[in-house]
């Protein structure tokens, strides 16, 4: 019997969000960008001194959020903590977007962006970065003059890898006064670049962060906006009472605090990204400039052969033919062995650039 439900018309027109496959324990993760190494040691301590009964509790989350706060170097008020760096999107929608009006992005970008949107029934207007995945500025700053609700900047940019300066970004900041202005920073710690320090003089600044990147912590889900408190305020009003669960809120603290663990493993990604752009390079791959912890590469017609041989290989690349063209690729950057054995299959299999 057919389902007959009043489903949305915005839900049924839209394309799902293809999340990672499954059973992918024991195989070469490049495709998500994750923490390939493994969270600090630090995080597991922190779970085993969970007790029963703080599990069976709602949790209390004032210590760690003043803790993250800290990492951040903002007031706790200025923190908004939320169940994975996904959900620290969807708030906007629910806080700033109603069906019919429109947002910004920047394409090819993060696709949850548009997944919010069509899921809300918001009009999309895109800014296209070029050939060169060079930032559109003078498209976004007329684009901005619409006052759309929401405009949304992952920055560094995945899956181009470009990061946009701070002179750039105070330029979108100061010509879109009445639109709400997102920097979502999931890789600010490879870039080294933050606005997080201007929450202060702009009303309009929103920074989303997540701990699944450079922390480790995908699996536990947990993100963060961080905003002016005011500002921040209004986001809080579309929240739920409890949304981020204890145990990702102690494995964060203690990420963060394993300062050792945490700066070293970025050291090593950008150190190996480095040496990796290089040998592609040297196979004639054509590779772009990257902040973040993976890297954009065109391989030519011959790509979307090879990283099906790779699956096959048990090594997994995010393909971006669908969204840039055939043969673009983004490969996260993981430990230097996994980096190795990717570019030894590569050698092996051979590739038409």
């Known amino acids: ?20 496959a499954e059973d992918r324990e024991g195989k070469i993760r490049l495709d998500f960008n994750e923490n390939t190494a493994g969270c600090s040691p630090a995080v597991l301590r922190a779970l085993r001194k969970l007790t ?7 949790p209390e989350v004032l210590k760690g959020t003043a803790k993250l706060a800290q990492y951040f170097d903002v007031a706790a008020e200025e923190l908004l903590l939320t169940n994975g760096g996904d959900d620290a999107l969807r708030v906007f929608f629910d806080a700033f977007v109603d069906a019919g009006s429109h947002i910004l992005i920047c394409e090819p ?8 949107a069509e899921i809300y029934g918001a009009r999309i207007e895109i800014s296209p970065y070029d050939a060169a995945m060079k930032f559109p500025l003078a498209d976004v700053l007329r684009k901005l003059k619409k006052k759309p609700r929401v405009f949304f ?15 750039d970004l105070k330029k979108i900041l100061e010509a879109a006064p009445r639109t709400a202005v997102v920097f979502d920073e999931a890789y600010a710690e490879f870039s080294g670049l933050t ?11 929103f920074v989303a962060r997540t701990f699944s990147k450079a ?18 305020d209004l986001v809080r009003r579309a929240m739920p009472p409890y949304p981020i669960n204890l145990a990702a ?40 400039p990257s902040a973040g912890n993976f890297l954009l590469a065109n391989f030519g017609p011959g790509g979307p052969a090879l990283f099906t041989r ?42 038409e650039i």
């Open 249 to 288: 809120l102690v494995s964060a603290v203690a990420a963060v605090s394993d300062k050792k663990t945490l700066q070293g493993f970025v050291r090593n990604i950008l150190k190996t990204r480095a040496w990796f752009a290089n040998e592609l390079n040297k196979m004639g791959v054509f590779t772009y």
């Open 52 to 58: 029963p009964k703080q599990i069976a509790m709602y």
């Open 310 to 351: 790779l699956e096959k290989k048990r090594i997994l690349l995010r393909e971006r033919t669908k969204a840039i063209g055939p043969g673009f690729v983004r490969i996260g950057i993981g430990t230097r062995e996994e980096m190795e054995a990717l570019l030894r299959a590569i050698g092996r299999m051979g590739v």
């Open 215 to 232: 922390a480790g912590l995908a699996s536990l889900r947990l993100g963060a906006v961080i905003a002016r408190a005011d500002s921040l």
């Open 109 to 116: 970008t993060f696709p949850m962006y548009r997944y919010y």
């Open 195 to 205: 606005a997080i320090p201007w929450i202060g003089k702009y009303a309009n600044l």
């Open 153 to 167: 900047l992952a920055n560094p940019n995945n899956p181009t890898g470009t990061l946009v300066p701070l002179p």
């Open 1 to 20: 019997m057919k389902v007959r439900l009043p489903i949305r018309r915005a839900i049924l027109e839209r394309k799902t969000y293809e999340p990672p």
